[in-house]
């Protein structure tokens, strides 16, 4: 994990340990094209606050946002600096929920 200028913590795709919780903060229509098995999609109710989270969009600029607003709610939030792009590049699972192959949107 490293720290962007912002200070707000930041890790690449390839480096999320396993069973972290995973915040995707895209638009409806990009998860439904393609997102990470078990990532949960912008539920606020559902977001942990015992546990770190770790928020991620499509390149990493949305959920730099969002996990600096998490924070500052005091979530303990890390941004996915490469976002679904990166995710998808380093070959990580994906699935859709329309049926057809998952991809970045």
């Not at 903060?25 to 770790?54: F, K, N, Q």
Request: hydrophobic fraction near 45%; aromatic fraction near 8%.
């Amino acid at each position: 994990m490293f720290q962007s200028d912002d200070a707000q913590p930041e890790v690449m795709s390839t480096d999320l340990p396993a069973g972290v919780f995973l915040l995707d903060v895209r638009e409806d229509d990009e998860w439904a094209a393609g997102h990470a098995p078990d990532a949960v999609h912008v539920r606020l109710s559902e977001i942990p606050r015992d546990r770190e989270v770790y928020v991620i969009c499509r390149t990493g600029a949305r959920s730099g946002y969002a996990a600096q607003a998490l924070s500052g709610a005091g979530w303990n939030a890390v941004n996915v600096a490469d976002g679904m792009t990166g995710w998808a590049v380093a070959g990580r699972p994906m699935v859709s929920e329309t049926g057809a192959d998952p991809y970045v949107a």
